[in-house]
């Protein structure tokens, strides 16, 4: 837990320290204009498999090009008769280096379930994981935008007891008031 907290402070300060020139406000730098919301979700699912997630973010504009926030995420599994609810969050860091691309940091608490039944009865984990990696933002409209975002976990080990499969993490969603 200290090496988490550490490499998640250590981000911080090197993205402040890029982010201290702070660039003029568009619109008099008001709360409104600051902060932004957005997130993503997803859905899979066969004859006997279903994944619902739904990974809703808050954030706020320090700079014109960095950003902070918090992201929550909540994910619901059923295999055949067997189902598991997870969910967490964590907080992010964000630097855009041009207009459409940026880099980008999150720590993420994850409690999972093994899949059982009922989903009350199975073991449960903690999942500790510290994301970097770099994205791309395509606006489609005034204040929206579409966003991947590639990630690595840098906590990640050999895949047991983890809710990831690997330690590459693909995210897609929409952003609402960053730009």
Partial sequence: MRLVLFLFVSFSILFSVQAQYRE???GGG???EKIFFGGGGGFSGGSNYINVSLSPLVGYKITERFSSGVQLSYQY???NSYRANNYGGGPFLRFNFTQKFFTYSQYEYMNYGALALPPETGPRFDFNSLFVGLGYSE???KNVAFNITA?????YKDGTQSPYDSPLVFRVGIVAGLF
């Fill in 139 to 141: 606006p489609i409209g």
């Fill in 151 to 155: 990630l690595y976990n840098l906590l």
């Fill in 30 to 32: 008001n709360l409104s």
């Fill in 77 to 79: 599994v059923r295999f």
């Fill in 24 to 26: 003029p406000s568009k």
